[in-house]
């Protein structure tokens, strides 16, 4: 509907005048009894307690914190691990302690009288000469909610916050045909130097500003004046935002402390509502790309009568780190037309990343309205396939609010509250580290933008997101040219351009009328 009525009042401009799983990084080593393990340290959430295990003796974590009760603790919780036990195994269970020595403390994971994780036959029997899996899921999760194990461990309560340790010890116990085995993996803690980490507070936000909504009373001026006000009173470093057509001006009118804006396309027609706005950031070697397939001429949202697409470019993030930054706008509405066009688009971004990240590696940001969303796989994954697999990114509200997984979301499916911004919306922050630099998130959320008078002033959520950069010992000087675009394209003969062809593919598309006409009957 949205794109149908944007569409009727850009014929009417046009006729009248030109007028303005998730394991991906796992490592795996036999024990000296030979219990296999495998375990995914990269499932982390903020940056009080990012983990490595660069080999099977230590877990290495990057940066200790004495503050953030929560945020330190679900970072031990999220540890994901899978143990291989030998046949005739018939209990395990994992403790941490401080001095390795005393106050073990854990649970059980697994014993004869509680066979969660045996196999059994169809009679319920447990075959114990068989190897036995345990996977760290999420019932275990439930067990250790918020790592309550480890928080506990580590609190201290004198300095109101966690004790100075500069290591956890862990011990995994089993029993193993009538004998008891004990392994012991040691958690160690070091910091990094301050000046080495940076943070940005970025923002996603599609401020609505089509010109349709004035038709159903909506007052767009006005809200585009409150998306402003919302973009600068919250301390944002990275602004991106989407639909910001002929109403620019007085969403720029209100921004205030941003230094870098890039170079709008216009309104309708001819524009793609695509902007990226930064403080003491510049923003280097704009590129504007429009979607090779789109969806609907006078059907199916309408998508292929604007030049939908993605702006890529390069952000001087500071601290001598330079990031590729993805801002698009995909493919709307859900019929196999659209489908099949957010497929391609998706495919077609993926290899773009690719060839940017192959001349130059650097960290990597991609932002927008996906149109879509994670959870529903919709053709096949295709979001997963090539941006997760193919690409490397991970998704910030998946690695944040879900544990690094992309799967088994049923506790938000049985929330009651639907995904459209809440949760998995549409609206998405993906990300990958490059060049020496580790990306790390440490908060997001969606935020439903209200104006003055507690109204709302878009159809979707804004996703705030909070980004660390770490330097590591990898780190690499950028040298590549970079250059600052100060001028758009022509737009006049952009727009004359796009008022032909819309009115080409009107024209084609005439047969699909009666579908229109019957949206507003």
Wanted: proline share 2%; charged share 25%; glycine share 8%.
């Amino acid at each position: 509907m949205k794109k149908i009525l944007c569409f009727i009042l850009m014929l009417v401009i046009t006729l009248g005048c030109f007028t303005n799983s998730v394991v991906a990084y796992a490592e795996s080593f036999k024990t000296e009894n030979g219990v296999q393990v495998e375990i995914a340290p990269f499932l982390y959430k903020s940056t009080l307690y990012q983990m490595e295990f660069p080999s099977h003796l230590s877990y290495n974590i990057k940066e200790k914190s004495v503050q953030g009760d929560y945020a330190v603790s679900r970072e031990l919780n999220d540890l994901s691990y899978t143990f291989v036990f030998p046949a005739g195994t018939t209990k395990f269970e994992c403790k941490v302690s401080l001095d390795g020595e005393t106050d073990w403390r854990g649970f059980s994971l697994n014993d004869s009288e509680n066979p969660s994780y045996w196999l059994k036959d169809e009679n319920g029997n447990i075959d114990y000469s068989q190897p036995v899996t345990f996977k760290r899921i999420e019932t275990i999760a439930e067990q250790d909610e918020y790592g309550v194990l480890y928080r506990d461990l580590l609190k201290d309560k004198d300095v109101g916050g966690f004790r100075n340790y500069d290591k956890i010890y862990w011990r995994l116990t089993y029993i193993c045909n009538g004998k008891e085995y004990n392994e012991y993996f040691d958690i160690k803690l070091y910091d990094y130097d301050k000046s080495e980490k940076h943070t940005v507070r970025t923002v996603n936000f599609n401020v609505a500003g089509l010109p349709f909504s004035a038709l159903n009373g909506e007052n767009v001026i006005a809200n585009q004046r409150a998306a402003g006000r919302y973009l600068s009173n919250n301390n944002f470093d990275i602004v991106a935002v989407q639909e910001d057509f002929g109403y620019h001006k007085h969403l720029i009118n209100n921004l205030s402390g941003f230094d870098y804006v890039t170079n709008h396309t216009g309104g309708v027609p001819g524009g793609d509502g695509l902007n990226i706005f930064t403080k003491n950031m510049p923003v280097y070697n704009e590129t504007r790309v429009s979607w090779n397939e789109a969806s609907g001429i006078l059907s199916d949202g309408s998508d292929a009568l604007t030049p939908k697409g993605f702006v890529y470019s390069v952000i001087d993030v500071g601290n001598g780190i330079y990031v590729d930054f993805y801002n698009l706008h995909a493919d709307a509405y859900g019929g196999e037309g659209s489908i099949a066009a957010r497929t391609s688009q998706i495919k077609q971004l993926a290899e773009f990343i690719q060839a940017r990240s192959a001349e130059n590696d650097r960290p990597v940001i991609v932002t927008g309205d996906f149109n879509n969303y994670m959870h529903v796989h919709e053709d096949d994954g295709a979001l997963y396939k090539n941006l997760y697999l193919q690409c490397g990114l991970k998704d910030a509200w998946i690695e944040y609010h879900n544990n690094g997984d992309y799967f088994n979301l049923y506790n938000w499916h049985i929330s009651g509250l639907p995904a459209w911004g809440n949760w998995d919306s549409v609206e998405r922050f993906m990300y990958k580290s490059g060049g020496g630099v580790d990306i790390v998130v440490s908060d997001f959320r969606y935020v439903e933008v209200c104006d003055d008078n507690g109204k709302v002033i878009s159809d979707h959520s804004a996703a705030e997101c909070d980004f660390t950069f770490i330097k590591t010992a990898d780190f690499a000087e950028n040298t590549q040219e970079l250059q600052i675009n100060n001028s758009a394209a022509n737009k006049f003969l952009n727009k004359i351009k796009w008022i032909f062809k819309a009115l080409i593919m009107v024209l084609s598309d005439l047969r699909n009328l009666p579908e229109l006409i019957k949206e507003f009957v």
